[in-house]
T-cell receptor, first 113, second 114 residues
Framework: DTAVSQTPKYLVTQMGNDKSIKCEQNLGHDTMYWYKQDSKKFLKIMFSYNNKELIINETVPNRFSPKSPDKAHLNLHINSLELGDSAVYFC????????????FGQGTRLTVV | AQSVTQPDIHITVSEGASLELRCNYSYGATPYLFWYVQSPGQGLQLLLKYFSGDTLVQGIKGFEAEFKRSQSSFNLRKPSVHWSDAAEYFCAVGALTGRRALTFGSGTRLQVQP
């Protein structure tokens, strides 16, 4: 059983399109995150939700909108995709924000052409 | 604000040799420290973590790390590297207060020579 699963694993799309990445965790965790890994492998937090409530919203363009229908799901919707959005996006979950380890999904490699 | 520095971008070791990956952190209180490993095309897997107590922590795959408060360091070690250890290694710091998401270092890429 996969603990944190995200779909799709690969996403190739044209500039200007709107796309979504889905994430689900079956660990019973209260907190979920989206991280972005750029081409230099640098990982940076984008959003954090705790029990469906937005806790962290880093300096991310408002074209990015997270949605948490319940505490087991955190989806990422991206409008008007740009070339610079190409990256690997990781979903993660943890039991208590920041203090326990985060469990990561396999990542979604987004390529905008 | 917390930060993590991994001074070595790329390290090459021979199979069977010992390994030490460096990590320095900046945080005002007692940090929660982690090492993650990322194999090519994969997600991040937790190797080990430090919250409190014994400053030498053991992890999976034969890895260990030592927390040194005086040096603000949390270096990762392995006595004998295997070819399958080739991957990207990330040090991270988390906290209970303030900015609570993990802050990652820039990673160290480990290459293992036969």
């Amino acid at each position: 059983d996969t603990a944190v699963s995200q779909t799709p694993k690969y996403l190739v799309t044209q500039m200007g399109n709107d796309k979504s990445i889905k994430c689900e965790q079956n660990l019973g965790h209260d907190t979920m995150y989206w991280y972005k890994q750029d081409s230099k492998k640098f990982l940076k937090i984008m959003f954090s939700y705790n029990n469906k409530e937005l806790i962290i919203n880093e300096t991310v363009p408002n074209r990015f909108s997270p949605k948490s229908p319940d505490k087991a799901h955190l989806n990422l919707h991206i409008n008007s995709l740009e070339l610079g959005d190409s990256a690997v996006y990781f979903c993660a979950s943890s039991q208590v924000q920041g203090s326990t380890e985060a469990f990561f999904g396999q990542g979604t490699r987004l390529t905008v052409v | 604000a917390q930060s993590v520095t991994q001074p070595d971008i790329h390290i090459t070791v021979s199979e069977g040799a010992s390994l030490e990956l460096r990590c320095n952190y900046s945080y005002g209180a007692t940090p929660y420290l982690f090492w993650y490993v990322q194999s090519p095309g994969q997600g991040l897997q937790l190797l080990l973590k430090y919250f409190s107590g014994d400053t030498l922590v053991q992890g999976i795959k034969g890895f260990e790390a030592e927390f040194k408060r005086s040096q603000s360091s949390f270096n990762l070690r392995k006595p004998s590297v295997h070819w399958s250890d080739a991957a990207e290694y990330f040090c991270a710091v988390g906290a209970l207060t303030g900015r609570r998401a993990l802050t990652f270092g820039s990673g160290t890429r480990l290459q293992v020579q036969p």
